[in-house]
C-alpha cells in the first residue's frame, strides 16, 4: 500500500479532527474538573498534526505513538463499557491513523530523510531504537498528561503529578534532539508515576484507571530504557 501522500493526509486528518474534538470540550467546559486535561489533550493531537503536516523527522513516530494511545483507551472502555459505538469510532479511527503512518514508505517523508541522519550521525540500527523510544513516549505522554491533570485529593498529588508531567513532556523534546537528560528525564517520570500509582494502590485498593495510567509510567521507563546501555558506557569510558 503506497498512496503516501494520501495516507499523511488522512493521518493528520484524524489528528486534527481530535484536537478540535477535545479543544471544543476544554473550551465549553461540559467537566469543568477536567477541563485542564481536555485542553492538554488536545494540545498532544495539535503536535501530532502539526508535525505530520510540517514533516518533522519524528512526526510518523510521535503520531503511531498518539494514535496506539487511542486504540488502548478504546480497548479499555470497551472492556468496561462494551462494544459502545462511541467506543469503536474512536478505537477505528486511532487504529486507521496507525495503519497509515506504518510501514517503510510512510518513513521516506519523515525518518527516512537523510539529512538529519547525517547531522545527528545515526546508523540504521540507532534510528531503529530511538523510533521505538519515540513511539512508546507518544503512547504514554497522553495518559500522563490525563493524571496529571485530573483533579487530586491533596495539593502534594497535585504537584507531584504535574513535576511527572514536566520531566516527560521536557523528556521527549530532549529524546528527539539526542539529548542525555531527555532519557534521563522520561525515565524519572515513568519511573515517579509508577511510584505514586503504586502508593495509591496500597492506599486505596488497585483500580482499572489506576492499573491503566501504571502501565503507561511503566512504558515511559521503557522508551528510556534503550539508552541506558550506551550512556553508561559513555560515562564508563571517561
Known sequence: ?????????????????????????????????FTKAFAAIAGVYGLAYFALVAGYF???????GVGLYGV???????????????????????????????GHA????????????????????????LGRS??????????ILLYAFAPKPDAGSAVLSFGVFILAAAGLRGLIQLKTWGVLALGVAGALMVSMLGAEAVAYGLTPGGAVFGLAGGVMVA???????????FIGAR
Open 58 to 64: 519524528w512526526a510518523r513516530w510521535y503520531g503511531v
Open 1 to 33: 500500500m503506497k498512496l503516501v501522500g494520501e495516507r499523511r493526509a488522512l493521518a493528520a486528518a484524524i489528528m486534527a479532527f481530535y484536537f478540535l474534538f477535545y479543544g471544543v470540550i476544554a473550551y465549553s467546559q461540559l467537566v469543568p474538573e
Open 223 to 233: 522508551a528510556a530504557a534503550p539508552f541506558f546501555g550506551p550512556i553508561a558506557r
Open 106 to 129: 510512510m518513513s521516506q517523508p519523515y525518518d527516512g530523510q537523510s539529512a538529519w541522519r547525517e547531522k545527528f550521525h545515526m546508523d540504521e540500527n540507532a534510528v531503529q531504537r
Open 134 to 143: 519515540v513511539i512508546r513516549a507518544g503512547v504514554s505522554l497522553p495518559f
Open 72 to 102: 488502548i483507551t478504546a480497548g479499555v472502555g470497551m472492556w468496561q463499557l462494551g462494544a459502545e459505538p462511541v467506543l469503536l469510532f474512536i478505537g477505528g479511527t486511532h487504529l486507521a491513523a496507525t495503519i497509515f503512518l506504518w
